[in-house]
């Protein structure tokens, strides 16, 4: 196998799988050019005359390309830089020329940073070109890697002071990409708390247009994603460049449109707020992107993000493992519960088939509400007198397994941490701390601050039998600052911040690797790779709503696999929207995702047990599918009237299938409808039946070529009649007959 291939003669560096080239080439001035990425390229032939720009540039010093690699500011090239190093000169200039490359298999690991790995060296290659500055000896290694089986490219890169002076690195993008023109549409995944991911369309316009965070943590406004897709692209059919970072604190994803109507893409670290002193000798490693192409829709570049992430993003003992189904009490108990209240609801939904009970806020301390308590990791006696091994214990006992949630990087002002460590608070000292949600973050830039949080969680996860655990972060970091960094370094705050975050994760997942672990961040708010190579699972939303989920797991959907998404069925009227959905479509949404309910089971009536009963035991025989399967979006919230959703997963094999309908509102004398099915085999004929069991449609084989091609039917029988009523859902279940 060799996917990178360098030629000499032209000095062409080219990576290239059945799926994708990236091509770059070193330019007789030593500049490293950019010359494709996308659709497969023939190995063995130059593509040098691709690298000429229409912009003449600045040809003394860049000839001809300005299509370049990883691109300097303040010599010619006016759009936005991949790097700027300040001098001790006070400039920025930098000539980043090539010094050398390696090309090795496999993909090393990224040193500090969560990233994408490989199991066995053959899965991929990698290569290092290391660029550097002569005067400043200031270095890019930049590094490449391409999967034999996956459209994807990895780019990261470190800077490396190899100098005698030191420098302070102000923007250090993980990628920067060229595109010969800018046809195209941004697509970015953004929202609010509680709608977090929808998708947003819009075609490139000439100046800057970005996403990114500058909170402390990715955020539930904007996800670390962008794609560039040509216009109309759908979910079949269209151009579409994906660009992830895995990383879960301050980012840009930014698309800049030169005059010439050529388009430049770059992701990384958000350069506002950032810089990085480096000693000489010291490095800098960035998070890596994962780039990825697909020729034929947002359908094929999702299962190249979800097959990647579900597979070499996400490790440890739960990646391939069923998960379970939960039930949460923080919407059946808020901050009201006590060990009996706790039992009941676990026993409850024991007897449901519910198999762990997870403990939401509110355990520890004195906490009845959100003013108090965080930081101080001892349990509440009053309201759990056998402590959380007793609980632990007894919900083992039920047969169940016991889930635990923390809130490790928070602080609350009325705690005993707090006023023993008032300075572990971020803060700026001698101005006033912003509160959100009465609560204030530590500082996890100092290590001394990460270590005692460790050893408390970490006491706490040895104390009981404790499978699970739920990792929130509820609100954002203001006032930037570290008392334990020098003032000329307080721009290295928000990433050593991040670094800490990451640091805890390692060492508890670490020691505790059969521990199942959750991320969250008030609902979706850092649902981010960086921290799925940790939690393979993340709380998707706050918002429990069906249909407000439709359009949330929809968008998550693009990048993020269902084995990623929790998804639970609540209680109605629901919490956030005050919406009466039927029991069976919220069920019908939440299968698509890691399944779980979040109500008091022991307030349902005895018919809505027993469709609990049914549900479970429905997830349960398709579980494998639901969390493992390939998942397809049919119709959607940005597709058709906007009324309907559809989408379905399919078996490796394409054998087992469970495609899903959703229709909010309902409509008087509605046309028919028929649903084209994807992913199947045309040869093969399936037993389609539906969930809920309807007498009216009992089951009927078809064709797999019918289904994909004419359509299935959804409603046949009695489409017509009225009582299907709003809020609609329809499951069909194929098995190949
Ligand atoms: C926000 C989470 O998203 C909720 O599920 C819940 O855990 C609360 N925090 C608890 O404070």
Same mark, same amino acid.
């Given at each position: 196998?060799?996917?990178?291939?360098?030629?000499?003669?032209?000095?062409?560096?080219?990576?290239?799988?059945?799926?994708?080239?990236?091509?770059?080439?070193?330019?007789?001035?030593?500049?490293?050019?950019?010359?494709?990425?996308?659709?497969?390229?023939?190995?063995?032939?130059?593509?040098?005359?691709?690298?000429?720009?229409?912009?003449?540039?600045?040809?003394?010093?860049?000839?001809?390309?300005?299509?370049?690699?990883?691109?300097?500011?303040?010599?010619?090239?006016?759009?936005?830089?991949?790097?700027?190093?300040?001098?001790?000169?006070?400039?920025?200039?930098?000539?980043?020329?090539?010094?050398?490359?390696?090309?090795?298999?496999?993909?090393?690991?990224?040193?500090g940073l969560p990233s994408t790995y490989v199991e066995s060296a053959r899965e991929a290659e990698?290569?290092?070109?290391?660029?550097?500055?002569?005067?400043?000896?200031?270095?890019?290694?930049?590094?490449?890697?391409?999967?034999?089986?996956?459209?994807?490219?990895?780019?990261?890169?470190?800077?490396?002071?190899?100098?005698?002076?030191?420098?302070?690195?102000?923007?250090?993008?993980?990628?920067?990409?060229?595109?010969? /023109? %800018?046809?195209?549409? #941004?697509?970015?995944?953004?929202? +609010?708390?509680?709608?977090? @991911?929808?998708?947003? !369309?819009?075609? $490139?316009?000439?100046?800057?247009?970005?996403?990114?965070?500058?909170?402390?943590?990715?955020?539930?406004?904007?996800?670390?994603?962008?794609?560039?897709?040509?216009?109309?692209?759908?979910?079949?059919?269209?151009?579409?460049?994906?660009?992830?970072?895995?990383?879960?604190?301050?980012?840009?994803?930014?698309?800049?449109?030169?005059?010439?109507?050529?388009?430049?893409?770059?992701?990384?670290?958000?350069?506002?707020?950032?810089?990085?002193?480096?000693?000489?000798?010291?490095?800098?490693?960035?998070?890596?992107?994962?780039?990825?192409?697909?020729?034929?829709?947002?359908?094929?570049?999702? /299962? %190249?993000?979800?097959? #990647?992430?579900?597979?070499?993003? +996400?490790?440890?003992?739960? @990646?391939?493992?069923? !998960?379970?189904? $939960?039930?949460?009490?923080?919407?059946?108990?808020?901050?009201?519960?006590?060990?009996?209240?706790?039992?009941?609801?676990?026993?409850?939904?024991?007897?449901?088939?519910?198999?762990?009970?997870?403990?939401?806020?509110?355990?520890?301390?004195?906490?009845?509400?959100?003013?108090?308590s965080l930081g101080d990791w001892s349990v509440n006696r009053r309201k759990l007198p056998s402590?959380?091994?007793?609980?632990?214990?007894?919900?083992?006992?039920?047969?169940?397994?016991?889930?635990?949630?923390?809130?490790?990087?928070?602080?609350?002002?009325?705690?005993?941490?707090?006023?023993?460590?008032?300075?572990?608070?971020?803060?700026?000292?001698?101005?006033?701390?912003?509160?959100?949600?009465?609560?204030?973050?530590?500082?996890?830039?100092?290590?001394?601050?990460?270590?005692?949080?460790?050893?408390?969680?970490?006491?706490?996860?040895?104390?009981?039998?404790?499978?699970?655990?739920?990792?929130?972060?509820?609100?954002?970091?203001?006032?930037?600052?570290?008392?334990?960094?020098?003032?000329?370094?307080?721009?290295?705050?928000?990433?050593?911040?991040?670094?800490?975050?990451?640091?805890?994760?390692?060492?508890?997942?670490?020691?505790?690797?059969?521990?199942?672990?959750?991320?969250?961040?008030?609902?979706?708010?850092?649902?981010?790779?960086?921290?799925?190579?940790?939690?393979?699972?993340?709380?998707?939303?706050?918002?429990?709503?069906?249909?407000?989920?439709?359009?949330?797991?929809?968008?998550?959907?693009?990048?993020?696999?269902?084995?990623?998404?929790?998804?639970?069925?609540?209680?109605?009227?629901?919490?956030?929207?005050?919406?009466?959905?039927?029991?069976?479509?919220?069920?019908?949404?939440?299968?698509?995702g890691v399944f779980g309910y979040e109500l008091d089971p022991t307030q349902l009536t005895a018919?809505?047990?027993?469709?609990?009963?049914?549900?479970?035991?429905?997830?349960?025989?398709?579980?494998?599918?639901?969390?493992?399967?390939?998942?397809?979006?049919?119709?959607?919230?940005?597709?058709?009237?906007?009324?309907?959703?559809?989408?379905?997963?399919?078996?490796?094999?394409?054998?087992?299938?469970?495609?899903?309908?959703?229709?909010?509102?309902?409509?008087?004398?509605?046309?028919?409808?028929?649903?084209?099915?994807?992913?199947?085999?045309?040869?093969?004929?399936?037993?389609?039946?539906?969930?809920?069991?309807?007498?009216?449609?009992?089951?009927?084989?078809?064709?797999?070529?019918?289904?994909?091609?004419?359509?299935?039917?959804?409603?046949?029988?009695?489409?017509?009649?009225?009582?299907?009523?709003?809020?609609?859902?329809?499951?069909?279940?194929?098995?190949?007959?």
């Open positions: 196998m060799s996917l990178i291939e360098w030629d000499a003669a032209s000095r062409q560096l080219h990576l290239r799988n059945d799926a994708v080239s990236y091509v770059m080439r070193v330019h007789d001035g030593g500049a490293l050019g950019h010359l494709h990425f996308g659709a497969a390229l023939s190995a063995g032939r130059s593509y040098a005359h691709l690298g000429p720009s229409s912009f003449a540039g600045f040809s003394n010093r860049l000839d001809q390309p300005v299509a370049l690699e990883y691109p300097t500011p303040a010599s010619g090239d006016f759009r936005v830089p991949a790097l700027t190093v300040e001098q001790e000169d006070g400039s920025t200039v930098l000539d980043l020329a090539y010094r050398s490359h390696r090309i090795t298999p496999g993909k090393p690991e990224l040193e990698t290569v290092e070109v290391v660029l550097a500055d002569g005067r400043s000896g200031v270095e890019a290694r930049l590094s490449y890697t391409i999967f034999e089986n996956a459209p994807v490219i990895i780019r990261t890169a470190a800077i490396v002071n190899g100098g005698t002076q030191t420098v302070k690195v102000r923007c250090a993008m993980s990628a920067s990409i060229d595109f010969a /023109d %800018a046809g195209w549409e #941004l697509v970015h995944l953004s929202g +609010a708390w509680a709608r977090e @991911r929808h998708v947003v !369309r819009r075609l $490139l316009a000439p100046g800057r247009q970005s996403v990114g965070s500058l909170r402390g943590a990715s955020g539930h406004q904007h996800n670390p994603f962008i794609a560039l897709a040509s216009p109309g692209a759908n979910e079949e059919s269209g151009e579409v460049y994906g660009f992830s970072l895995v990383y879960s604190g301050n980012f840009l994803a930014e698309v800049e449109v030169d005059p010439y109507s050529r388009a430049r893409a770059r992701i990384g670290i958000h350069p506002e707020a950032f810089a990085w002193t480096l000693d000489p000798g010291a490095a800098l490693q960035l998070p890596e992107a994962v780039l990825a192409f697909s020729p034929a829709g947002f359908g094929a570049l999702s /299962d %190249a993000y979800h097959r #990647l992430y579900r597979e070499r993003l +996400a490790r440890g003992a739960w @990646r391939d493992r069923p !998960r379970p189904i $939960l039930i949460n009490n923080w919407e059946a108990t808020y901050f009201g519960f006590n060990e009996r209240k706790l039992l009941e609801i676990a026993g409850s939904a024991r007897d449901l088939g519910v198999e762990l009970f997870v403990l939401d806020d509110g355990w520890f301390g004195a906490r009845d509400d959100d003013t108090s402590g959380i091994e007793g609980v632990a214990t007894q919900v083992e006992a039920l047969g169940m397994r016991f889930g635990l949630w923390i809130e490790p990087e928070m602080v609350s002002e009325d705690s005993d941490l707090f006023r023993a460590h008032p300075d572990w608070a971020i803060g700026v000292p001698g101005r006033p701390r912003t509160e959100e949600r009465n609560q204030y973050v530590l500082d996890f830039s100092r290590p001394e601050i990460v270590d005692h949080v460790h050893g408390v969680i970490s006491r706490i996860l040895a104390s009981a039998p404790i499978s699970y655990v739920k990792w929130d972060m509820n609100r954002n970091i203001t006032e930037p600052y570290s008392t334990a960094l020098p003032p000329d370094r307080q721009g290295e705050f928000f990433h050593r911040y991040t670094l800490g975050v990451y640091d805890l994760y390692r060492r508890l997942t670490a020691e505790f690797p059969q521990v199942l672990f959750e991320s969250c961040a008030g609902g979706g708010g850092r649902f981010d790779p960086g921290l799925l190579a940790f939690a393979p699972q993340a709380w998707t939303s706050d918002d429990t709503d069906a249909v407000e989920r439709l359009a949330i797991q929809w968008g998550t959907s693009l990048v993020y696999p269902l084995s990623s998404m929790g998804a639970h069925v609540a209680a109605v009227p629901n919490h956030q929207v005050g919406r009466i959905t039927p029991l069976s479509t919220r069920a019908a949404v939440a299968f698509f018919a809505e047990r027993d469709e609990i009963r049914e549900q479970i035991a429905f997830y349960k025989r398709h579980r494998e599918l639901f969390q493992r399967g390939r998942f397809i979006r049919l119709a959607g919230p940005h597709g058709d009237s906007g009324n309907e959703t559809a989408w379905m997963v399919v078996s490796a094999d394409s054998r087992a299938a469970i495609a899903g309908f959703y229709r909010a509102l309902n409509r008087p004398n509605p046309a028919p409808r028929r649903l084209r099915l994807r992913g199947l085999d045309a040869g093969l004929r399936y037993r389609v039946s539906v969930w809920p069991p309807d007498p009216y449609e009992p089951a009927a084989e078809r064709g797999g070529d019918e289904l994909m091609r004419a359509g299935l039917e959804v409603g046949a029988g009695r489409w017509e009649a009225a009582g299907q009523g709003d809020f609609w859902c329809r499951l069909f279940v194929l098995e190949a007959i």
